[in-house]
């Protein structure tokens, strides 16, 4: 069974920083790209950021590049946002999400997510 | 980057059928045949109910079915039941590595 838990989220000050950690189980971590989706209180979906199964290539929507980071440990089963600059913006709740394939294509599996809450 | 536009709402009555649209403001969708339908009830995480345009991952019911027409994406919802009532929402591949997310449809079953 696949299972993806998110951990990491809480409240920062505007400007501060927070990594988030996803710890994947019950797949072959290394073999699918898996990917980041936030969802604002009240709103919809937004795709955040994607890497592919190996690592080497990432990607990242136009809100967050040159903020956010995002990077994985295939030998620990676990994927990262790192995340800067922070903004009220940036409020939501953050998925872990599974990829179907080895690069960012579509999501399979989701985590229950982890609210993160940019306030003074 | 583009979006996907999906109409705020949708409703229908049990046994009834309901359609809800998801249409790319450039190639996005027509594109590519990386078309994902999610359902997400309160409080939930999304569930993924249609992939690649029309297929249905195992345990979903064949009441949900999904299309595509130039860079328009369908999902149907067919013989509507009440643990239907949720918010829908659509993704595609947008190139590059890149997904993107329609703004989410409320289907209401009346």
């Known amino acids: 069974e696949v299972q993806l838990l998110e951990s990491g989220g809480g409240l920062v000050q505007p400007g501060g920083s927070l990594r988030l950690s996803c710890a994947a189980s019950?797949?072959?971590?290394?073999?699918?790209?898996m990917n980041w989706v936030r969802q604002a209180p009240g709103k919809g979906l937004e795709w955040v950021s994607g890497i592919r199964g190996s690592g080497d290539s990432t990607n990242y929507a136009d809100s967050v590049k040159g903020r956010f980071t995002i990077s994985r440990d295939n030998s620990k089963n676990t994927l990262y946002l790192q995340m800067n600059s922070l903004r009220a913006e940036d409020t939501a709740v953050y998925y872990c999400?599974?990829?179907?394939?080895?690069?960012?294509?579509?999501?399979?599996?989701w985590g229950q997510g982890t609210l993160v809450t940019v306030s003074s | 980057q583009s979006a996907l536009t999906q109409p705020p709402s949708a409703s229908g009555s049990p046994g009834q059928s309901v359609t809800i649209s998801c249409t790319a403001t450039s190639s996005d969708v027509g594109g590519y045949n990386y078309v994902s339908w999610y359902q997400q009830h309160p409080g939930k995480a999304p569930k993924v109910m249609i992939y690649e345009v029309n297929k249905r991952p195992s345990g979903v019911p064949d009441r949900f079915s999904g299309s595509k027409s130039g860079n328009t994406a369908s999902l149907t919802v067919s013989g509507l039941q009440a643990e239907d009532e949720a918010d829908y929402y659509c993704?595609?591949?947008?190139?590059?590595?890149?997904?993107?997310f329609g703004g989410g449809t409320k289907l209401t079953v009346l």
């Open positions: 993704s595609s591949y947008a190139g590059s590595n890149n997904l993107v």
């Open positions: 019950g797949f072959t971590f290394s073999s699918y790209a």
């Open positions: 999400a599974k990829d179907f394939r080895n690069f960012p294509r579509a999501i399979d599996y």
